[in-house]
């Protein structure tokens, strides 16, 4: 816990004596003590201690940054009829001496509305701040003070019906401030949680007592952040000119942060003011540049030329009928001759020149289309958004389902988006024929909130552009980004907060030949229409873990987001009739030669099975079959008594008699010995049986 400034001080007393509280209509737009000078407030006040405020400790630095000095509650009273007064004011120490645009709306202040039950700050809004007076002479520039504009909130109350009368408590995240001759506001981190308690001179229950008014900071956490956005339009064919785009920005944690309060990020609340831009034209044709640069801003309404543009173009020439039509038109009141179309655009927002290159596959940089848009409003007379984009420059609608203007979102991590586009069919047979055929291809379940990871890291540069859904030209810049994220112990995070229309398609210009109805316009280049989000800012994040939900102010530079111009979508390619017929034919030739091949693969294969499988029979009478079988047991005899043939079983060399059976000059019937003695005479197989042709033993 730490002391700041005490309002224990002379001028205090005095002016919160004898104040008249002013009337109603007076009290919302000044204050008896906005005029009361920076530096007598300063050096007329005295810390708890009874320090007095010291000049010296606040030198001129050119490298510093602005911080806060101190917050000062000014005459509240628990009677709502005495608070005419009061008021919260900002003190601020400007080291650099540069001038800060005092009447810029972009000075902000950022304060809890909102308190969860454990009395911690769950929502945070911001509030505009008043100029009231700065140092001058040698501390010129040097100290500024600013009343905080109060405001009634989403809950329906204004800052002083919220505080509690007896211990008034301001949670002051951030400051945003810009000097003179800035485009965006810096997000100084001033966290701290300010407690008032008693009251001013005449403003407590006793009207006679001397003020009690006391102050006590202790340290609020806040989260700094850098914010970088980056887009994401899905690949596919030219169909109407309208092409789905997901808007994102992504910024980095500190993993203590994270490990302390959960990784699980489950809302963020940003604000943005958003805005759609006339036609921005890119030019590959000089003198169509030359002719239409100079009509940027206007609003050709109110202007006279017969130059045109024309999207969606067609230019036809039937039996000496000759029609010229367009899905739109710039500048209705040109001379437009037989043309017919439909929609109408009377505003140019920029126009750039290729230098010759086509337009079909030219580019323009979102750092070159902001410049151009700044290059025109610093010259413009009207109004401006945030004082730096003139009102010219874009049309008075936005998207359907958007807001114009200004916008405050929470999103949580449960919000999904999806983007569609027409890409070619990827079918075999389609592909293969060559038959021209799409679809609608939709890239659903996208998550609003996303921790990036080192497997996503580890992807081409193609891959990671569509897996998490950001520009290409953006993936190495992001690669950059998170490797300086890990080096410093840090996590990605990807926030996706809005889907928008981009649209893009050629354009032809009638600057050849004003009023020849036979003559086609001319093509010139493209011409496209986006949505841009300026002054964008992340409130506030939300993190879960183990059931409980922290909420931490952040604190992060807002920045425009502008993104670039890319080109139409190539047309759709057309299917060739001859093509498929040809591809066709192909295939069935491809075909009937492979049914052709398998018949007579499978042909040799059966005739190879039936050679290694065919059995040979030939008819032999049995007396040629008795005769082989014996002479082959003769020569097995031969072979196994070492060459000698044996002698016969009966004695004799001569052949066996003739068997009853008339078996004559075959082979005998097989012969077994029969047993002698109870000893085996010879091998004995088998017990012989005694019946027809068996012959019996001597």
Known sequence: MRKILSVLCAFF????????????????????????????????????DGN???????????????????????????????RGNYAVYLYFYNPTGREIDTSSILNVAQFAVGYNEKGSPDDYENFELKFCNKSTGDYNNLFYKFRVQDHESADGKTMAERVNSNARRYDLSSVELIYKGDSLAKDYGCGGTYTYKGYAAGYGSDAD?????????????????????????????FTDGHQDQLNSVYFAVPNDVLKKYGRQITEIKARWDEYKTGLLAVFDDKPAYDIFAPLVGKDMTQYASDYMLAGLYRWTSVIGEVRHQAGWIYNENGDRGVLTYGDVYNLLTAAFY????????????SERM????????????????????????????????HERGENVRTIDSETKYSLTAEVLNKNFWYKFLGIKDYESATYSNIK?????????LKLSDESLSKNLYIDPDDVSGFRQYCQAAEDTD??????????????ATSIVSNISEVNESTVPWQECGYAAQQTVFLNFRIIQLKFYKDGVYTVIAAVNDPIDIIPGVTPPLPDAEQTNPLEVILRLLLMLGILFLAVIAVYL????????????QKISVEYKPPSEKISEIKTKEIEREVKANGGKKMPSKTGGSKSAPRSKTGNTGGKAPKQNTVARGGKADGKTKSTPKTGKNIRKGS
Request: net charge negative.
């Open 13 to 48: 007393l005095l002016l919160g004596a004898a104040v008249n509280p002013p009337s109603q209509a007076q009290a919302e737009t000044e204050r008896e003590f906005d005029y009361v000078n920076v530096l007598d407030d300063l050096t007329g006040s005295t810390d708890a």
């Open 601 to 612: 693969i499978i042909k040799i294969i059966i005739s190879a099975v039936s050679s290694r």
């Open 209 to 237: 007592a001397a003020t009690t008014l006391t102050c006590e900071v202790t340290d609020l956490e806040t989260l700094d952040l850098e914010v970088i956005p980056t887009q994401y339009r899905p690949d596919g064919v």
């Open 490 to 503: 840090k996590t990605v995070f990807i926030f996706r907060y809005s889907v928008t229309d981009y649209y």
């Open 354 to 365: 290729t230098n010759g290159a086509p337009a079909d596959t030219y580019s323009i940089t």
């Open 370 to 401: 902001e410049r151009a848009l700044k290059e025109y409003s610093e010259t413009a007379d009207g109004d401006k958004i945030n004082g730096t984009y003139s009102t010219d420059l874009f049309v008075d609608y936005v998207d359907e389902g």
């Open 448 to 456: 609003a909130i996303e921790e990036v990871t080192d497997k996503q």
């Open 52 to 82: 007095a405020f010291d000049l010296s400790e606040y030198p001129y630095n050119e490298n510093g940054r602005v911080q806060l000095v101190t917050l000062i509650e000014y005459c509240y009273s628990y009677a709502a009829n005495m």
